[in-house]
Nanobody
Framework: QVQLVESGGGLVQAGGSLRLSCAASGRTFTYVMGWFRQAPGQEREFVATITWSGRNIRYADSVKGRITISADIAKNTVYLQMNSLKPEDTAVYLC??????????????????WGQGTQVTVSS
């Protein structure tokens, strides 16, 4: 069983920055960690994924160059550093864990555990 708790969301002006955290507990080291976001009325959207070793990282095209995912294995925490935020980045951001496989998980259906989410609102 894996438990995930996100924090760090909030209200920020366009161009600003936020750092989200995902505190993981349970047997997390056999899982791949990911961040998704979901805006009202829209489907859950992949943002980024990382293995605990930090070797395998993928980003959605919409966030490349602005968002960085990282993992601190000693703290059991995954981070999402978001810079140059835009109003279209407004969404609930969710941390997720997927069973490790050779295929990098890029869709929500591939993830087994989810946190409750943290709201990010970017004002124009």
């Amino acid at each position: 069983q894996v438990q995930l708790v996100e924090s760090g969301g909030g209200l920020v002006q366009a161009g600003g920055s936020l750092r989200l955290s995902c505190a993981a507990s349970g047997r997390t080291f056999t899982y791949v960690m990911g961040w998704f976001r979901q805006a009202p009325g829209q489907e859950r959207e992949f943002v980024a994924t990382i293995t605990w070793s930090g070797r395998n990282i993928r980003y959605a095209d919409s966030v490349k160059g602005r968002i960085t995912i990282s993992a601190d294995i000693a703290k059991n925490t995954v981070y999402l550093q978001m810079n140059s935020l835009k109003p279209e980045d407004t969404a609930v951001y969710l941390c997720a864990a997927a069973t490790y496989s050779m295929i990098v998980p890029l869709t929500a259906s591939e993830y087994d555990y989810w946190g409750q989410g943290t709201q990010v609102t970017v004002s124009s």
